[in-house]
């Protein structure tokens, strides 16, 4: 099994920076994909950045050019460097992973990130 324990979250202020942490842990050698997700108050789970096999990323349309998505295979971790953050980043964050082909199964608890105006 793989677990998921995300850190680095809290409040900043609009224009400010944040970077998450992803601690893996477990049967790494399943992982094929990793990716941040996020949550908005009475709003759908939403992709926000992947980090895939292979090494390419991709990002949601609304985080392009501000958020950095990066995987340090040494220290089993991702990471999810955000600037310029705007009050409509604020949301649940949650670190995925995925083992087999198709829908990431494997969550972490989620981090608050709350960008004040």
């Known amino acids: 099994q793989v677990q998921l324990v995300e850190s680095g979250g809290g409040l900043v202020q609009a224009g400010g920076s944040l970077r998450l942490s992803c601690s893996v842990s477990?049967?790494?050698?399943?992982?094929?994909?990793m990716a941040w997700y996020r949550q908005a108050p009475e709003k759908q789970r939403e992709l926000v950045a992947a980090?895939?096999?292979?090494?390419?990323?991709n990002y949601a349309d609304s985080v392009k050019g501000r958020f950095t998505i990066s995987r340090d295979y040494a220290r089993n971790t991702l990471y999810l460097q955000m600037d310029s953050l705007k009050p409509e980043d604020t949301a649940v964050y949650y670190c995925?992973?995925?083992?087999?082909?198709?829908?990431?199964?494997?969550w972490g608890q989620g981090t608050q990130v709350t960008v004040s105006s």
């Open positions: 995925a992973a995925r083992t087999r082909l198709g829908v990431y199964n494997v």
């Open positions: 980090s895939l096999r292979g090494g390419s990323t």
């Open positions: 477990g049967t790494i050698f399943r992982i094929i994909d």
